[in-house]
């Protein structure tokens, strides 16, 4: 066994061997192949960039002939032209010297002539500058020309009746204008008419020189007839109203009508339930209203006041039948209907109405009354029937930010923003008894006297209080002490048997249990007895015997466990024992 093993070990050494001599091949041979690889890549490159080099240098030569004949020849000149300028102004000097040396007034027209000299010294030099100025000057000349044109478009030059009233796009230009035009008239005689067929022709304009239809409507206006003049239209959802000759004089007037139902506080916004709209512009003497009469159709009553006289047997809900109008809608047109249900009152289910409506919207802040509320409290000395007032209610006031939508001065809307108690109400408290009268106890009547008693005579001892204990809520008391095994338990009130565990030890934890309803929300439990002296549905008095002290179910000793529940909520027994 042991050779086998050695034999194995030496077999995996040889082969660790050769694949280590295999890898190291593998690398040098892939490390060769990279080597040459490279090379021959850097040999590739540099022999195709001598190639392209060979075959790019005639055309490098080229270019530069090229660049130097149209540029750099001519730049080599302005530079010689430019030193030979500079060698000119001590030339010049010494022509002056010469001149004065031979008379002071030659220097004049040799002074005179130097301007003419320099222009013939350097007649070459300006002859070059003008070859190459020239084409920038015609590119220029060029563009201001594409200019010029672009800024011009093809147009429509319109005569009517006529005249000459200007250039437009296309003919619907026109049939617009003149629509517009028909509607800015009201042609109560039919003596108004636009003709539909101008006088067209086409022409190259500034596309500043185009009209718009409303200006080719104000032509059209003016070619037609002598009696038009410049005023102001008023619009009401897009129907002509009139016009009025000053355009203050008609916002004046709106703004009138406005300020008839705004009481000027800083938070209201008052605006026109149509659509109003002023339009400036040329309008027939014909539709040309003053503004008072402007004012009397504005302002004029489109709906008049209706009123429904009450009849015998009628209601508010009868009413609105009557009517076809809700409740809400009458209330808002009348208040308060109570005050109006007598025979022979008026109700109103209509109320005037302007052609011209006003929407108002306005804060307002108010103070009202917070309603208090009545807290009954019991009294278990009194009997059941007996109650008295504690505390009177007061009612508290609160500050209300409010806003308020009005039409035509009626609200309509109100939408509480804020509210801020100023003085809060003081409830009502009214004392109530909860004792019940049991005149006549007898057993098993099942009568609540209203007061719990001890349920096990023979032991006043607890062992175990209500609440938390060991990390476990407990939801009783238990009632325990030497010799407690097989002692009565009474009932602690009258009432009714609801459960009555006697068959299974376990019941719940709570072994034999039996629980009994005392009405008013009000049930007792009593649990581990060790036996059970009644049953489901029997009625019991206040303090009959219901069971045996024991020690079934979850139970470490004989003991009573008792509760009290209140509308199924368990409480501390013995605020309520007695």
Partial sequence: MLSNSESVKEIAQKIGRKVRQWAVSASHGLYCLSYITGMWTVRTVRLAGRRLAHVLAPVGRLLYKGVDFLLLRHIRVVVGETKRFAL???????????????????????????????????????????????PVAAAFVLAATVNHWTNLTFALSVEYDGEQVGYITDESVFDNAAVMAEERVINTDNSFEVQRIPKLTIAVVNESQIMDEAAVCDQILRSSSSS???????????TFEGAVDSRQELDALLQSILAQYTDGSADEHAEFIQDVEIVDGLYPVSTVISAEAMDEKLTAATLVDKFYTVEEGDTPLGISDKTDMSLEELEALNGSLDDLMYVGKQVMIQRSQPYLRVQVVRQIEYTEDIAYSTETVEDSSQYLGYEQVRNEGVNGQQKVTAEVTLVDGVEQSRTILSTEVVTPPVNKVVVVGSRKVNPNASIGDGVSTGKFIWPLPSCKMISSDYGYRGGSYHAGIDISGNGVYGKDIIAADGGTVVEANSTSQWGQGYGYYVIIDHGGGYRTMYAHCSS??????????????????????NSDGAHLHFEIRINGVTQDPKPYLR
């Fill in 88 to 134: 000119g102004f001590p030339l010049a000097g010494r022509r002056l010297k010469a001149a004065f040396r031979r008379h002071p007034l030659l220097t004049i027209p040799e002074l005179l002539l130097l301007p003419f000299r320099a222009l013939w010294r350097h007649r070459k030099a300006l002859g070059t500058l003008f070859n190459l100025a020239a």
């Fill in 228 to 238: 038009i003049e410049e005023a102001s239209g008023l619009y009401v959802d897009g």
């Fill in 532 to 553: 059970i002296l009644v049953s489901v549905g029997q009625k019991v008095t206040q303090g009959q015997l219901i069971a045996k002290v024991g020690n079934s179910g």
